[in-house]
């Protein structure tokens, strides 16, 4: 049986799930090559795919788009194909199926909790805002999930509080930067990278006035870190005062969070030290709206058709990708008349090792913002210089901008404070003292970073490469950017082939054929 969920508006995306199990989860930018730009899921789905005419069931997980007047609203902004209507009504007709349309936190629960491997579990939500089926508008929603099921425990009204809106306005209005939408799409990871360099007190009683504050940043670069940091501790406290409350009401040992508020990783880093008693915390991979997508088809599967639990082995695989063959790939290099030569996995790690940076192409894409070694630019952490390096000739942002650690699984005990579980590169904690100075290439200036854990589960070719790595160089860690430069992560080979010409990458590596592109001497 195939569920297509999918998203229309921003973030757009679709997914399908067989028998429950994601097969695939595509993103409109990723094609558009502009961040976030508007569209309809369902089109994009019929766009991309052979056919649907094997679809049972079709989602989406945003209620209210294809009601009247959410087709009135979004039919001007090109969201709204009455013919991909007319075709979904037809398969579905043959197939006695049914369409869905889910509730906005609802889907964005699902997707958190029946990614996971829990059989219950607290679960909250947190983003701008979206409706649920009764129209209610929330930005703040906290769900209990047992088993098969979610139910609402509370739904608190926008007005009330909007954690997403607050830093829109900040990133926008304080900071001058991007938002949400194309092209740059939003940049409020920026601005919580800048908070590690500032006062959070310098500001405390004054910085809501967005105003005032603006006036402040525009006086100076640490009037702008203070400020970030002012911010980023008062998202802090409202969130732990949020969890103590309803881990107060509904104990449970295990924590599950999604919306767009849950990408703030230094604010989930810090989770497990606030409340011992819990012994997981759980972020699925695309906790932004483009999981809404997967988020309804879940909810279908198991909500609403009663299905059973999935349990993964390891984690919920985030590589959902259409994946590219040895010919693709070759095509594609020969069509832009590029030299490239055979190697292996052990040539890659020595050039890793003479300070080379290297972008990877490897199989299917991962789903969401962050790389997790299927397209990734890769370095050596024990490089002082490599952070400005890539900063400055590869991705040409910031020079404050963070780069994440992927490590082995077995050796994250060793290298950071505590043990945890971050497939998905959730959560930005601290290294331990004695391990920092080994790798400050993925140090932020606090101390810590956002890591990601890699098992040979999840991804066996990057984890076996890490493994090579750390017997070269003493350490069980790579840095690990997107592969993209200010643009989405790249998707296909030509995309990557454009990115590597456009950019000071050394060398671009398809790993699952075992290519290597060098630049032209």
């Known amino acids: ?132 089926e009764d129209m209610t508008i929330s930005a703040f929603t906290v769900w209990n999930g047992n088993k098969n099921k979610i139910y609402p425990i509370e739904i608190i009204p926008d007005r009330e509080l909007n954690l997403g809106v607050l830093w829109l306005n900040y990133t926008t209005k304080v900071f001058g930067l991007s938002g949400t939408g194309g092209p740059k799409g939003s940049q409020a990871g920026t601005v919580m990278g800048m908070a590690a360099l500032g006062n959070p007190n310098k500001f405390k009683d004054n910085w809501q006035n967005i105003s005032l504050m603006k006036n402040y940043a525009l006086q100076s670069e640490q009037n702008q870190f203070d400020i970030a940091a002012s911010l980023q501790q008062y998202t802090e406290n409202i969130i732990y005062k949020k969890i103590k409350h309803y881990l107060t009401l509904h104990p449970n040992k295990n924590l599950c969070l999604s919306g767009g508020v849950a990408l703030n990783c230094v604010m989930t880093g810090k989770i497990k030290k606030w409340f011992p008693e819990l012994e997981n915390v759980y972020i699925d991979p695309v906790p932004y709206d483009g999981g809404l997508a997967l988020g309804s088809a879940r909810y279908v599967w198991h909500h609403v058709l009663n299905n059973p639990r999935i349990k993964w082995k390891d984690n919920s695989s985030p590589y959902l990708g259409m994946t590219y063959n040895q010919e693709d790939i070759e095509s594609c290099l020969n069509r832009n008349d590029i030299k490239y030569k055979k190697v292996t996995d052990d040539d890659v790690v020595q050039l890793l090792n003479s300070q080379k940076i290297i972008s990877v192409f490897n199989k299917g894409s991962e789903s969401g913002r962050r790389a997790l070694g299927n397209r990734s630019i890769i370095a050596d952490p024990r490089s002082d210089k490599m952070k400005d390096m890539i900063n ?84 069980p860690i790579v840095l690990n950017t997107s592969f993209n430069d200010r643009e989405p992560i790249v998707e296909t080979p030509e995309h990557a082939i454009n990115c590597f010409i456009g950019t000071d990458i050394d060398y671009l590596y398809f790993s699952d054929v075992q290519i290597l592109v060098e630049k032209n001497k």
């Open 1 to 132: 049986m195939k569920i297509l969920g999918f998203q229309t508006g921003h973030d757009v995306s679709y997914a399908i799930l067989e028998n429950g199990i994601p097969i695939i989860h595509e993103e409109l930018e990723r094609f558009t090559r502009q961040k976030e730009p508007l569209g309809d899921g369902l089109k994009m789905a019929i766009d991309r795919l052979e056919t649907i005419d094997d679809i049972n069931y079709f989602c989406m997980g945003n209620y209210g788009m294809y009601q009247p007047a959410g087709i009135r609203k979004w039919t001007s902004r090109g969201c709204y194909f009455i013919e991909c209507v007319d075709q979904m009504n037809k398969v579905i007709k043959n197939n006695n199926g049914k369409f869905y349309e889910i509730g906005h936190h609802r889907s964005h629960a699902a997707n958190a909790f029946f990614s996971s491997n829990f059989d219950n579990a607290l679960i909250i939500t947190m983003d701008g805002g979206g409706a649920e």
């Open 392 to 475: 400055e000739k590869v991705k040409h942002r910031q020079w404050f901008r963070p780069f994440a650690p992927s490590i082995l699984k077995e050796e994250v005990i060793n290298w950071f404070e505590y043990d945890i579980n971050s497939p998905y590169m959730s959560f930005a904690i601290s290294f331990k003292k004695e391990m920092k100075d080994k790798v400050p290439a993925v140090v932020h200036f606090n101390g810590s970073a956002r890591l990601q854990t890699v098992t040979e589960n999840d991804n066996k070719w990057y984890y076996n490469f890490i493994k090579k790595w750390f017997k070269v160089s003493g350490v």
